[in-house]
């Protein structure tokens, strides 16, 4: 029984590092802004871009650091270093099927893969 309880109270202490996984808002998370929604077409259906024509823009989403690094064009550690004064953010100069996901699920409500 001993060992049981030890078992447990050793996975309640590894489980806050799964909370710190690029969750929620400020975990992590860097808002993207989308200037030019054009990016995306190559990453979007017909019906999607459509939707998010009719969106005003910025278009705003909170992706994971390294899809933001990756799409704004800068280093994962300079969006890092913006965490200490606040929720990071970074303007989209390029499209990426991660992007585009981020969009769809939190601009156009829809369920990632469709």
């Known amino acids: 029984m001993r060992r049981l309880m030890i078992a447990a109270a050793a996975a309640a202490l590894a489980t806050p590092g799964l909370a710190q996984v690029n969750t929620g808002s400020g975990n992590g998370l860097v808002a993207v802004n989308v200037q030019d929604v054009s990016i995306l077409n190559n990453f979007l259906n017909h019906d999607q871009i459509s939707a998010l024509n009719n969106l005003s823009v910025p278009v705003t989403v909170n992706v994971p650091v390294g899809v933001a690094a990756n ?16 929720m990071p953010t970074c303007t989209a100069k390029s499209g990426s099927k991660a992007l585009a996901q981020n969009v769809i699920s939190q601009k156009l409500n829809q369920k990632r893969g469709h």
Request: net charge positive; with cysteine; charged share 20%.
């Open 71 to 86: 799409v704004c064009g800068v280093n994962a550690n300079v969006l890092a270093k913006q965490r200490k004064t606040g």
